[in-house]
């Protein structure tokens, strides 16, 4: 049988209040799987041991009248409206923030359209300034985010593109191939000068050791510093001991 939206799934949601955390919309989804009321498909998914697939969705409620009918923008009963943006494949109901949706996607994405463009080897819309000046990987989207375990493709959270041409939610340091993320040059300054300010005991000032950087995938052999280690090749931090320590002939 199915449940009424204040006994399950809008438990605590008062007649007439709008939207929820996620989204602002005037009415609730009711689920395909178990029957239950919800505001949408992330409230549902938090709540049960399942998830709701957003395509399947054929019946809302409104919640002003509650009036439970066929998946719209308006309600047919008191016209309340539903969502400023309303997509009939996806059912997302939203206020108007250039959603558009992406039919190679297969879902909706925040625009305006025109800034963006599917690339079709990577599997997912990217900026404009992006186009022809990216790194692709084939269907690099449909994987979790290696920071927070999020999946990529339909997260609400924007994913950035990094030089590597993989994608993360946050963090300085691509977790799959070690490249920098963010453009490092002022950072490596920093450190430059760090170094220079703190020589390393007589005992470790003629120590080399063999590295690899993890930005340009070449290999050098430099003094050893606690701080770090230089590529000399591109000059960054980012660096893998890949030997053991040696200390020079002369001071042997």
Known sequence: ????????????????????????????????????????????????????????????????????????????????????????????????????????????????????????????????????????IENVSRQNCPICLEDIHTSRVVAHVLPCGHLLHRGYRCPLCMHSALDMTRYWRQLDDEVAQTPMPSEYQNMTVDILCNDCNGRSTVQFHILGMKCKICESYNTAQAGGRRISLDQQ
């Open 1 to 136: 049988m199915a449940a009424t939206a204040r006994e399950e799934g809008a438990s605590g949601q008062e007649r007439g209040q709008r939207g929820c955390e996620h989204y602002d919309r005037g009415c609730l989804l009711k689920a395909p799987c178990c029957d239950k009321l919800y505001t949408c498909r992330l409230c549902h998914d938090n709540n049960e041991d399942h998830q709701l697939d957003r395509f399947k969705v054929k019946e809302v409620q409104c919640i002003n009248c509650e009036k439970i009918q066929h998946a719209q923008q308006t309600c047919e009963e008191c016209s309340t409206l539903f969502g400023e943006y309303y997509c009939d494949i996806c059912h997302l109901f939203d206020k108007d923030k250039k959603q558009y949706h992406c039919e190679n996607c297969g879902i909706c994405r925040i625009g305006p359209k025109e800034d963006f463009f599917h690339c079709l080897k990577c599997n997912l819309c990217l900026a404009m300034n992006l186009q022809g000046r990216h790194k692709c």
